[in-house]
Structure formats: structure tokens, C-alpha cells
């Protein structure tokens, strides 16, 4: 099993960022995705959820209606669109999924909002 993210960047406050989260070693196809992201000093937080099949998704209340996550079965691939950007979004974001009962997380990648 392995997730790879990338998109990651700087970018200036009310900017956007895509991050993608390549997945390889499962079927992607059955499984729910998540992105979490962990700031400095701060404890890692769920940022959003998508199932398996389907658009049901969730998010943190912090992000809500400014990121948006979509997967692409086709392309084994789960996507967070951020727009409005702050600079408390600026953070490691991790792609994970829980494969086989076993939490897998990606390497991360970071993203800072500053001006």
C-alpha cells in the first residue's frame, strides 16, 4: 500500500492550492479517503472524507465550504481542492486510508500561507 501526495506549496492568504494523493497497492475503487494535515506544535486533524462510491464527503468545520475533496477511481487518485486560502490552513497534509484494518498515511506535503 502506498499514498503519494503532491501539490503542495507556498502561496499568498486567499489564494488556492490543489493537492493530489496518488494510491498504489489496493483497490482504491473500495475505499474510503481522507486528508488530515498537521500544523506545528498542533496535534494531526481530519480535514475531510470521501467514501468509497459516491460524493458523500466530510468536512472539518474549519474548512468547510473552502476545500473540497473529489477522487478519481479511474486515475486511483483523491484530490483537495483549497480555495481561501489563511494562513492558519499553513500545515503538513497527509492522504490516508484505512487498508485492510491497518491506518496507511502518505508522506505529506506541506503547505504555507503567508504573504
Known amino acids: 500500500v502506498q499514498l503519494v501526495e503532491s501539490g503542495g506549496g507556498w502561496v499568498q492568504p486567499g489564494g488556492s492550492l490543489r493537492l493530489s494523493c496518488a494510491a498504489s497497492?489496493?483497490?482504491?475503487?473500495?475505499?474510503?479517503m481522507s486528508w488530515y494535515r498537521q500544523a506545528p506544535g498542533k496535534e494531526r486533524e481530519l480535514v475531510a472524507s470521501?467514501?468509497?462510491?459516491?460524493?458523500?464527503?466530510l468536512y472539518a468545520d474549519s474548512v468547510k465550504g473552502r476545500f473540497t475533496i473529489s477522487r478519481d477511481n479511474a486515475k486511483n487518485t483523491v484530490y483537495l481542492q483549497m480555495n481561501s486560502l489563511k494562513p492558519e490552513d499553513t500545515a503538513a497534509y497527509y492522504c490516508?486510508?484505512?487498508?485492510?484494518?491497518?491506518?496507511?498515511w502518505g508522506q505529506g506535503t506541506q503547505v504555507t500561507v503567508s504573504s
Open positions: 497497492g489496493f483497490t482504491f475503487s473500495r475505499y474510503g
Open positions: 490516508s486510508a484505512v487498508v485492510r484494518a491497518v491506518r496507511t
Open positions: 470521501i467514501i468509497s462510491v459516491g460524493s458523500s464527503t
